[in-house]
């Protein structure tokens, strides 16, 4: 890889994906002295400054790729709607210069990150973002949503990044990714067949956990139960059974209920047991895609 930023700047950018406890332990493993009083971004520093040419180059070898493919992974989590935080919109501000706008949304937090790759700057592309990673240059969750979304655009080509090593399965994991209506979708992923319907039916599933849970909200408490599904052959819900066409059904390989105790009790569910149900497809802040006021939930 013929990369043109150098070395030292290029780990800079990648240590701002570590924590203070994992810098720490960098200190330690190459016998670095004198960290313990430092603070992330004197730390990252301190690091730098200490390595000697040939350490810096084996830290490279040794741990580039886990860092990039840590942040592709989380990317790649958000696109499919299974982190906390989600994208609430990517917009292209300026297509000549292939300048992209992202914005994203978790449980009380947002932020913004920008992102231009063109033939020009793609050594070091212009980027900005408001998280942690970002906002140091480095190369966050955001730039690599971002840079997927530039990739798919067709602003550059793949063969022609030398800015960072990426995982040999990249091409694999962002194949069946696709821009549609604007937004990113994996259609290869399981949140993308369910967040095509606001309602399904899972015509068979196996039980494979049950989880009792209680919230109090304002000092009531209720209790529900979250059930995991396996091997789950679902469809849209129909309005009459005369609408059912075989080639609706999907498969997933897991699934997750939140179920009433009033609904659960109706029936000693156990692990094993074959089922079939209704439910509304929801997006949980915590849990992902599941489903939600689930209804006619029964034996098989």
Same mark, same amino acid.
């Given at each position: 890889?013929?990369?043109?930023? #150098?070395?030292?700047?290029?780990?800079?950018?990648?240590?701002?994906?570590?924590?203070?406890?994992?810098?720490?332990?960098?200190?330690?493993?190459?016998?670095?002295?004198?960290?313990?009083?430092?603070?992330?971004?004197?730390?990252? #520093?301190?690091?730098?400054?200490?390595?000697? /040419?040939?350490?810096?180059?084996?830290?490279?070898?040794?741990?580039?790729?886990?860092?990039?493919?840590?942040?592709?992974?989380?990317?790649?989590?958000?696109?499919?709607?299974?982190?906390? /935080?989600?994208?609430?919109?990517?917009?292209?501000?300026?297509?000549?210069? +292939?300048?992209?706008?992202?914005?994203?949304?978790?449980?009380?937090?947002?932020?913004?990150?920008?992102?231009?790759?063109?033939?020009?700057?793609?050594?070091?592309?212009?980027?900005?973002?408001?998280?942690?990673?970002?906002?140091?240059?480095?190369?966050?969750? +955001?730039?690599?949503?971002?840079?997927?979304?530039?990739?798919?655009?067709?602003?550059?080509?793949?063969?022609?990044?030398?800015?960072?090593?990426?995982?040999?399965?990249?091409?694999?994991?962002?194949?069946?990714?696709?821009?549609?209506?604007?937004?990113?979708?994996?259609?290869?992923?399981?949140?993308?067949?369910?967040?095509? +319907?606001?309602?399904?039916?899972?015509?068979?599933? /196996?039980?494979?956990?049950?989880?009792?849970?209680?919230?109090?909200?304002?000092?009531?408490?209720?209790?529900?139960?979250?059930?995991?599904?396996?091997?789950? /052959?679902?469809?849209?819900?129909?309005?009459?059974?005369?609408?059912?066409?075989?080639?609706?059904?999907?498969?997933?390989?897991?699934?997750?209920?939140?179920?009433? #105790?009033?609904?659960?009790?109706?029936?000693?569910?156990?692990?094993?047991?074959?089922?079939?149900?209704?439910?509304?497809?929801?997006?949980?802040?915590?849990?992902?895609?599941?489903?939600?006021?689930?209804?006619?939930?029964?034996?098989?």
């Amino acid at each position: 890889m013929n990369r043109e930023i #150098d070395d030292k700047t290029y780990l800079k950018y990648l240590l701002q994906s570590l924590n203070l406890d994992e810098l720490k332990q960098i200190c330690r493993d190459f016998g670095i002295k004198g960290y313990s009083k430092f603070k992330k971004s004197e730390i990252i #520093d301190f690091i730098l400054d200490s390595f000697a /040419e040939e350490e810096l180059k084996d830290f490279l070898e040794q741990k580039e790729e886990d860092i990039i493919s840590s942040e592709i992974d989380l990317a790649i989590k958000k696109i499919n709607g299974e982190d906390r /935080e989600s994208i609430t919109n990517i917009k292209v501000v300026n297509d000549k210069n +292939h300048e992209i706008e992202l914005k994203f949304k978790g449980f009380n937090w947002e932020s913004d990150s920008y992102l231009s790759i063109t033939p020009k700057n793609i050594n070091d592309p212009e980027r900005d973002c408001d998280c942690r990673v970002g906002s140091n240059m480095g190369f966050c969750n +955001h730039f690599w949503i971002g840079f997927i979304y530039s990739l798919k655009k067709n602003y550059f080509k793949l063969s022609d990044w030398k800015t960072t090593i990426l995982p040999k399965d990249f091409e694999k994991k962002v194949e069946t990714i696709v821009i549609k209506d604007g937004n990113l979708i994996n259609e290869g992923a399981p949140s993308s067949l369910l967040a095509r +319907h606001k309602r399904v039916t899972v015509y068979e599933a /196996e039980i494979a956990g049950i989880e009792e849970k209680e919230d109090d909200f304002q000092g009531n408490i209720t209790t529900y139960y979250l059930i995991t599904l396996k091997d789950i /052959e679902f469809g849209p819900q129909l309005k009459k059974k005369s609408d059912f066409k075989k080639e609706d059904i999907e498969n997933l390989d897991e699934l997750i209920l939140r179920v009433s #105790d009033k609904l659960y009790s109706s029936d000693k569910f156990k692990l094993g047991d074959k089922i079939t149900c209704n439910g509304g497809v929801n997006k949980d802040r915590m849990l992902g895609f599941m489903l939600k006021r689930v209804t006619g939930l029964k034996k098989k």
